[in-house]
């Protein structure tokens, strides 16, 4: 077989190219080692930036994350008991984000993808990218025992932090960055209704906590916890009892429980690749980079990515110039770093470290007050977490 571009992975980041590439005439064929089901039981992110939002309609998906997501024009950041809450639409001229779940952006995609006709195989074993360093790059891999490959221009590496196209790349060729962070997220998803309008972002002396939603009728709720929790000593009464101690009483009184169906432990890291392309190879989304999830940033990052990277391949097919191509890298990390400085700073003034010093404590909470205190801090806050421009 033969394509124009070769995707590998079928999450956002390799489902949003996809379908931008696909309106745009731009042949190409998604392959992904999982199974569709699996791909679409993954709950993680859940707050769009405008830019997002904007890559959904362009690829011609975003009627249902119109017609279901909710805008929000603030969050609220709780310590010491109080709530602070921070105006994004004002402190950003008239800017918000959506709330609308990855799980459903990635059907849409899905969908929309087998409404075009457009060919993805799953369940793709041994994927591997190859070639790539010539001019007449291939992906190999095997399906129900048969070996296949697919000749192609460029293969578009939007398989995740784990997946082969990073590995594919010699070790040398590449410098990565990376921060672990010691501690983990406790994550549920349960059909009781948010505890507030909007986000609620705690620092609290037992750890950070979040309210998020997905809708008026399912919330999603984070626990900061101690890296090596086992997920099996965390009944839902304890999740709840946790979540409830960690949030001014005005909030911890509006928490509703139910039984979660979703549960699960990520661990908080921040890593970055450089560069982003390896010839007739690019890394988009996961793949390059990672940050903890307190900014909100991991999937609009890997739509950004998936912006310049369109943009690139149109620019070489359509206008028969490869500035695009050349500058893809450059233009991806001067964004990616912004967004890895902003993720580390939240993650930094929300969370308790273990052993910090009275020092470190003392900055945080002066962190904290200048944030309520000063305009122009909080403004820095909500330019950079509605989504810097593109
Ligand atoms: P992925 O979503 O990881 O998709 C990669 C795809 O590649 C997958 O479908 C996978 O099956 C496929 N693949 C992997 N390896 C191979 C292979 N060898 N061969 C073929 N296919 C392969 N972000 C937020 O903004 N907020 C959050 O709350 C949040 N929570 C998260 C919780 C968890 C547990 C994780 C892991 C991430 C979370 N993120 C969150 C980050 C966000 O979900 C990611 O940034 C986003 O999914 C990136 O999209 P992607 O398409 O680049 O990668
Ligand atoms: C969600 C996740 C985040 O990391 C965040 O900052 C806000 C919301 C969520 O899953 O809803």
């Not at 603030?74 to 004002?90: C, E, P």
């Not at 149109?314 to 990390?333: F, K, P």
Request: aromatic share 10%; charged share 25%.
């Amino acid at each position: 077989m033969r394509t124009q571009v070769v995707i590998i992975g079928s999450g956002p980041s390799g489902l949003l190219l996809g379908q931008l590439l696909a309106r745009a005439g731009i042949a190409n064929v998604i392959v992904d080692h999982a199974s569709k089901d699996h791909i679409l039981g993954r709950v993680r992110a859940g707050v769009l930036e405008e830019g997002t939002v904007r890559l959904m309609d362009e690829a011609g998906s975003g009627a249902r994350m119109h017609a279901e997501g909710i805008a929000h024009d603030g969050f609220s950041l709780a310590f010491d008991g109080r709530d602070h809450r921070i105006d994004l639409f004002g402190l950003t001229g008239g800017r918000r984000v959506m709330i609308y779940g990855q799980m459903e952006l990635t059907r849409d995609l899905m969908d929309q993808r087998e409404r075009a006709g457009a060919p993805s195989v799953y369940e793709a074993e041994s994927v591997t990218p190859r070639d790539f360093e010539g001019d007449a790059p291939h992906v190999a891999y095997r399906k129900n025992g048969i070996a296949h490959r697919i000749d192609c221009d460029f293969i578009a590496g939007c398989d995740g932090f784990h997946g082969v196209s990073r590995r594919s790349v010699p070790q040398n060729a590449f410098r990565s960055f990376e921060k672990v962070y010691p501690f983990g997220w406790l994550g549920i998803l349960a059909d009781v209704p948010p505890v507030d309008d909007e986000l609620v972002y705690a620092n609290h002396p037992r750890g950070f906590a979040l309210c998020s939603m997905r809708s008026h009728t399912r919330s999603r709720h984070y626990i900061q916890c101690p890296l090596g929790e086992k997920i099996g000593d965390w009944s839902d009464q304890r999740f709840w009892d946790e979540l409830r101690r960690r949030l001014p009483a005005h909030h911890a009184e509006r928490v509703v429980t139910g039984p979660s169906f979703e549960k699960s432990i990520a661990p908080l890291r921040s890593f970055v690749a450089e560069p982003m392309r390896f010839n007739r190879l690019f890394l988009a989304g996961d793949a390059a980079h990672i940050v903890p999830p307190t900014g909100a940033k991991g999937l609009n990052l890997a739509a950004s990515d998936v912006h310049y990277l369109f943009e690139a391949f149109v620019e070489h097919y359509q206008d028969r110039s490869n500035a695009g191509i050349d500058a893809y890298s450059a233009r991806a990390l001067a964004r990616v770093w912004k967004a890895v400085r902003f993720s580390w700073w939240m993650t930094t003034i929300l969370h308790r470290f273990p052993e910090t010093s009275e020092f470190d404590q003392k900055i945080q909470e002066a962190e904290l007050a200048y944030l309520t205190h000063s305009s122009a801090a909080a403004t820095a806050l909500a330019e950079n977490y509605v989504g810097l421009p593109f």
